[in-house]
């Protein structure tokens, strides 16, 4: 992985840092150095940068690098319960989401672990819940990150839609949110076409385009109409 040669050193040293957050310890300096972008000389030389700031990093050249405290965050403190709901939340995440969220949901809790204090870092690696769908779980067939993109920015969308019996229409609606429900995950939208609130399913669409026409500042109004619409359905 190879960034920018102008790369800031305060960014090296934060890309260093999500590294060891982020990979299976111990983390040689090699793969540090592959991870980063920087030389295996650079890796040592920050490491012990680090350790000067306050970070506890076990480990040295040859063996491996692990970080136990990291100076750069400041310990959080969860309850056992709430340490638990966390681990199952984002484990259901890893279950249903896009590849993004996918992704994501691991970071936040090697994240997690890196704050916590090691009696409840401990608790959250083994946390006693977890999350398992055993039917297939229809994948979708539009780039996910970019719808959730359009709801933030209040921006209209475009694309082919297929009902149940196979017959398309072309569709322009308002994306007010995702919903990960049962079987399929839906965006809830308001559709200019049928001038009402829709739930279209994410393996149904088809074509995804992002259109200039934004429906700023309306989107958190209309998302409260629309679950209040979807609940007495």
């Known amino acids: 992985m190879m960034y920018p ?44 940068t680090l350790r000067g700031v306050g970070a506890v990093i076990d480990g040295t050249a040859g063996y491996g690098y692990v970080l136990t405290e990291d100076a750069a965050l400041p310990p959080l403190s969860f309850g056992n319960d709430e340490i638990e709901a966390l681990v199952l ?3 259901e995440v890893a279950q249903i989401g896009d ?25 959250l690696k083994h946390a006693v ?20 993109r359009a709801c933030w920015d209040e921006v209209e969308v475009a694309f ?5 019996a196979g017959a398309k229409t072309r569709r322009v609606v308002k994306p007010l949110g995702i919903s990960f429900m049962d079987r399929s995950n839906c965006l809830l939208a308001f559709c200019t076409l049928r001038h009402d609130f829709r739930a279209f399913r994410l393996d149904r669409m088809l074509d995804l385009r992002v259109t200039q026409q934004s429906f700023r500042p309306r989107r958190v ?8 619409h979807f609940a007495t359905r």
């Open 99 to 123: 590849p993004d969220l996918v992704a994501a949901a691991k970071t936040a809790l090697s994240k997690l672990q890196a704050r916590l204090p090691e009696r409840q870092a401990q608790r």
């Open 89 to 91: 939340g984002l484990r």
């Open 160 to 164: 082919a839609y297929a009902d149940a």
């Open 221 to 228: 109004l209309l998302l409260r109409e629309a679950q209040a």
């Open 5 to 48: 040669a102008a790369m800031s050193r305060t960014d090296r040293l934060f890309r260093l840092l999500q590294a060891l957050r982020n990979l299976p310890p111990p983390v040689t300096a090699a793969r540090l150095a592959d991870e980063t972008g920087v030389s295996i000389r650079s890796i040592y030389r920050d490491i012990e």
């Open 129 to 148: 819940l977890s999350a398992k769908r055993f039917a297939e779980f229809p994948k979708p067939t539009v780039d996910v990150s970019t719808l959730r």
